[in-house]
Structure formats: C-alpha cells, structure tokens
Nanobody, 115 residues
Framework: QVQLVESGGGLVQAGGSLRLSCAAS????????MGWYRQAPGKQRELVAA???????NYADSVKGRFTISRDNAKNSVYLQMNSLKPEDTAVYYC?????????WGQGTQVTVSS
C-alpha cells in the first residue's frame, strides 16, 4: 500500500557531503513521521533523524550539527543532507515512514565514506 524509494547514496571521501532523498507513494495518512535509519555491518539499525509532519525534528547525537533532515509534505518526500561525513557514517541508510503503529521501510541506499 505504501512504497518508499531512496536515492542519493554513494561513495564519498571523509569530509564530503551527500544528500539522500526518499519519496513515498501509495495510500498515506496526512499526519506521519518520516525519517532515516542506518545499519552498519555487525550493528543494530539506529535512528539517524526523524521529522513529523508538523516539523518536529529529532537527531541522533552522533550526527547533530552535521546532518539536516527536511521534508516536503506536498511531495510526500523526506531528505537528509549529510555534511562533514566521517568513515563511521558508512552504513546502509533506510527511509522510514510511520503511521500510528505501522512502519514502512525503503529498500536502503548504501553510503560509504572513505578515509
């Protein structure tokens, strides 16, 4: 019913930037929370950033000051601007959409930061 498609991942050197995009399609409630999670090899999936339809934002401590999340409600899209990337940011990044108690996930996009 809901499909999320991410784009923008890739390979970048430490200190560089990437911008991730996620577009949602299907039957979507008007009030949702959208965000980004990431999972590195051997580690649990962790929240990177999330934003409500009203604009409330939550960042992981590890990315505060470096990453910026935004959304376009009209386009049902969420974005993650990643600056000053570090090798420890290397992970598969997943787009997330939450409607009440239901989570929808994108397929993931690989972000690799080389030193």
């Amino acid at each position: 019913q809901v499909q999320l498609v991410e784009s923008g991942g890739g390979l970048v050197q430490a200190g560089g930037s990437l911008r991730l995009s996620c577009a949602a399609s299907g039957s979507i409630f008007s009030v949702t929370t959208m965000g980004w999670y990431r999972q590195a090899p051997g580690k649990q999936r962790e929240l990177v950033a999330a934003i409500t339809s009203g604009g409330r934002i939550n960042y992981a401590d590890s990315v505060k000051g470096r990453f910026t999340i935004s959304r376009d409600n009209a386009k049902n899209s969420v974005y993650l601007q990643m600056n000053s990337l570090k090798p420890e940011d290397t992970a598969v990044y997943y787009c997330n959409l939450r409607v009440v108690l239901i989570d929808y996930w994108g397929q993931g996009t690989q972000v690799t930061v080389s030193s």
